[in-house]
């Protein structure tokens, strides 16, 4: 009798736990950590290092954010937020990044590619980015797409130095993907 | 209590807390890292590197020292037909290097052949100065603006641009310089 109890009760617990992981968020966020050299495991800052600086600010995530100079014609640096190679990410995600208006972050659409499935599958779509817009509130949405993670490749957003003007602030710091 | 009880309380407990601790780590709040390290869950970078080989417009050059206990971290790479317009005529690779105190090493590789035109070839940084490492004349520049300061050596080969960046202690980035 006592075992049949504990066998329903786990049972139960069991039956929960299945329930509760398909209700679970699948929300991710990621910040640069500021060019600490212990970077966030899941953020990388490309191209070439002498084109990126670091800026303090309390307002930043982590006390800090990132940035690089736009580019014309052709990008350079490259900052990228993963999603875990984990099939519970393929999602479709809200991708936010904060950029408060006061940081002086372009205001001529930067490009923001959404790399659904790794980088052997090529750039999926291209989103243009009015940093200097996403004042307020700092979460506002950049762009909307699913991912999907395969066996070559987790999902990313990777945004690039690319505007049509030249000489003005890019700017990296949290990303967040809101499960959609 | 009888025994058989005790028991049954106990296993009860145990599955109530180790879902207490996984609703905790699946709740809605972002998630932002800590400045620690971490290994991400990425697609393993071996065959990343490998499918950058195969799609890059450049033989990718390796060092034949690291720094003692790099790990190779994470591979992303540009080439034409990825879908960046902007990449058409030319490639990139970063490569990422997990240190055993945290930091990582940061090598970025391209064919591009504009450099000297933008004013962004490895001997054109004022910032830097030249250096001999091994058979050759590296740019070292000291980046102050982050904290520890990092380190960029830098060096064309070729048609092969190669920079490597490292926050705080250098020398082993040095040692690795050398032997390309």
Redesign the interface.
Known sequence: M?RR??VG??GA?GL??AG?QGA??H?????D????????????P??????W???SVAAA??GCYMYTYAEY????E?A?W?L???SIYNHTFAGKPKIPSNWGCTGDPVRY?RWAG???N???SNHWVDQDALSAPTWTTALTGSFA?S????GYVKM?D?TNVTSQRVCAD?F?YDDQ | MPVSRKVAVTVVAVAVATLSLMLASNSSAPLVAQQSYERPNLPPPGPELDRARETVTFEIPMPRTLPQGAELLNVVYTAPGLGQPDHSSYSTVDIWYALPDGRRLHVWLTDRQDLEERGRAPHQEARSRPVELGNGTWYETVLTDREPDATVLARTVGRVTVTLDVQGEAKGLRAMAASY
């Open positions: 006592m109890s504990w009760a786990l617990l929960l736990v509760q679970f968020a929300d991710w966020s990621r910040d950590t500021c060019g600490t050299g212990t970077y966030d495991a899941y953020f990388y490309g191209g070439d290092p002498l084109d600086y670091v800026s995530t982590g014609g052709g990008s350079s490259a990228i993963y875990p190679h984990d590619e790794g980088t052997s090529g750039v999926t993670a066996s070559s490749g987790s690039v690319l949290q967040t």
